[in-house]
């Protein structure tokens, strides 16, 4: 852990987030002019949100291990009295849930695949590297403008854990919205473990196909508890688009399969993140 933070940066004022625990500031390298984000976790505040500070030492750690074009890069850490600081990889084109609002319908699927394919990455990397990251949804992966084109980042690695192919993990954590039936299931099922980002990341995929529509979301925004649970993708009823509804033909066969491999109920037999990857 290095010095002064304000040594290195020139904090900008310019809020670019709030993660599961910490505030994101745009910072400006004071030798190179190199821009990063700067994710600032005030120490007070920890307890609050029931974080140890070993989960922050998780976190860094579980980032400081990652090397891979679809994952944030952790750059150094710094630590004050009063806060501990991360320096990272910055992001210009906001994220991926900002993206889906933005394109909505007029997103075709070659451009569906391109986003699906990156997440989809990230998530098959972190899982041959024995990490579970159960937060993936749209709004945790940030999209790099580079000049060969857009990167997408998983980013927000605050509840990330190791997790082995056959361990399981018993303790409630991540988005409801994005979550697999056996996380809702906790006191019914053995717990879970990899297999639940896949089930988030096929949820994403249906929302990026489908203009931001949620598979499991009603109008009023409540979960619809059966059809989650069950697994059940509607790939043609009406949408938000009122009386326009969607037409059967939005999705390829391929990819409604390949979103079916992912949003499959019983673990056992949903796809791998590997086998997603290779099917996209």
């Not at 673990?267 to 996209?280: F, H, N």
Request: proline fraction near 4%; charged fraction near 25%.
């Amino acid at each position: 852990i290095a010095a002064s933070v304000h040594d290195t940066y020139h904090l900008q004022k310019v809020k670019l987030g709030e993660g599961s625990f910490g505030v994101v500031w745009r910072g400006v390298h004071k030798r190179t002019g190199e821009v990063v984000a700067v994710k600032q976790l005030q120490k007070a505040d920890l307890p609050g949100r029931g974080v140890r500070r070993s989960d922050v030492e998780r976190e860094v750690a579980m980032l400081g291990s990652c090397w891979h074009e679809n994952v944030i890069r952790l750059f150094k850490v710094f630590e004050d009295p009063v806060a501990i600081y991360m320096s990272l990889e910055y992001c210009s084109g906001g994220d991926l849930g900002d993206k889906i609002t933005e394109r909505g319908m007029s997103m075709q699927e070659p451009e569906a695949m391109f986003w699906t394919k990156q997440m989809l990455a990230a998530i098959a990397y972190l899982h041959a590297s024995s990490i579970c990251h159960r937060d993936i949804k749209p709004d945790n992966f940030l999209v790099a403008v580079l000049a060969e084109g857009p990167k997408l980042k998983l980013a927000d690695m605050g509840l990330a854990v190791r997790c082995r192919p056959d361990q399981r993990l018993s303790d409630r954590c991540g988005t409801p919205a994005f979550m697999a039936p056996e996380q809702h299931m906790l006191a019914r099922s053995r717990g879970y473990g990899l297999a639940v980002d896949v089930w988030a990341a096929g949820v994403a995929m249906y929302m990026i196909m489908l203009g931001g529509r949620h598979p499991f979301l009603d109008a009023r925004g409540a979960l619809q508890d059966r059809a989650l649970l069950a697994g059940r993708l509607n790939f043609s009823s009406q949408s938000l688009l009122g009386s326009f509804g969607l037409s059967d033909d939005r999705m390829s066969e391929e990819a409604r399969t390949l979103c079916r491999a992912m949003v499959c109920a019983p673990p056992g037999q949903r796809a791998t993140a590997k086998a997603a990857l290779d099917a996209a």
